[in-house]
């Protein structure tokens, strides 16, 4: 299912790690897919304009997944409200870093940095109110 122009829902729901464990991450509600469309219109798809395909790494988590990767218990992963972005380089990260940071609405937008990767987290909420968080992990 195309959620914008260039975005689809299985970008959203596919994970290596619920595949290897068995997990269904595929059975979304709709309140799910209106967050996720959300989130494409006003965030994802602006910087997918200006730099060209990019890569989600995740996006929806059932609890079971979200358990299985140790996310928060609250996070917004679990609404379709927020996606992780894989970063080409250091370099092109840091750019979407800072456009990503300059647009009008968003939750929360976080450097995640581990020893070997690092991503951007990006969150928005369709319903109540965007912090516009900068953070750095
Ligand atoms: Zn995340």
């Known amino acids: 299912m195309q959620i914008s122009k260039n975005f ?6 596919r994970s ?3 595949k290897r464990l068995g997990i ?4 979304v509600d709709m309140e799910v897919v209106l967050n996720l469309a959300f989130l494409c219109h006003m965030v994802l798809q602006p910087l997918r304009d200006r730099f060209g395909p990019i ?3 995740s996006g929806f988590r059932t609890k079971a997944l979200n358990q299985a990767v140790g996310g928060a218990p609250n996070s917004q992963h679990l609404t379709g409200e927020a996606a992780d972005i894989s970063l080409p380089s250091w370099q092109e990260g840091k750019e979407y870093f800072r456009y990503l940071s300059s647009l009008p609405i ?4 976080i450097w995640e940095q581990r020893t070997t ?4 987290h990006i969150s928005i909420k ?3 109110t965007n912090r516009r968080q900068i953070l750095s992990d």
């Open 8 to 13: 689809c829902l299985s970008e959203f729901t």
């Open 16 to 18: 290596d790690t619920a």
């Open 24 to 27: 269904n991450n595929d059975n």
């Open 55 to 57: 890569t989600i790494s």
């Open 106 to 109: 968003y939750d929360q937008l």
């Open 117 to 120: 990767t690092c991503w951007i």
């Open 126 to 128: 369709r319903l109540g």
